[in-house]
């Protein structure tokens, strides 16, 4: 079993910040990408960002210059770091890992998705 535990969700005023942390646990051989999702009600779940274990990054055009993703290896994490933030930035977000995890005697990749922590934007 592996499962994906997000923080750091909450309601903040237009312009501000948050960081969102995820924390991945479970039987991990490898975490080879983890990244960040976001879902409107009513709408499909779109990429935000994601991060190899490499330290490769990739962005949505419409958070590049404001969001930051990072991630810690050794403790199996990956960080939101959002700024300036925007009403249109209101959704829940879900951390995502593709990860290889294995039973003693096969290594299979594996994604696994967060349930999701609700950042809201509003004055």
């Known amino acids: 079993q592996v499962q994906l535990v997000e923080s750091g969700g909450g309601l903040v005023q237009p312009g501000g910040s948050l960081r969102l942390s995820c924390a991945a646990s479970?039987?991990?051989?490898?975490?080879?990408?983890m990244g960040w999702y976001r879902q409107v009600l009513g709408k499909e779940r779109d990429l935000v960002a994601t991060i190899t274990s490499g330290g490769t990054t990739n962005y949505a055009d419409s958070v590049k210059g404001r969001f930051t993703i990072s991630r810690d290896n050794a403790a199996n994490m990956v960080y939101l770091q959002i700024n300036s933030l925007k009403s249109e930035d209101t959704a829940v977000y879900y951390c995502y890992a593709l990860i290889r995890t294995t039973n003693g005697i096969v290594i299979r990749p594996l994604e696994v998705w967060g349930r999701g922590t609700l950042v809201t934007v509003s004055s």
């Open positions: 479970g039987t991990i051989f490898s975490i080879n990408i």
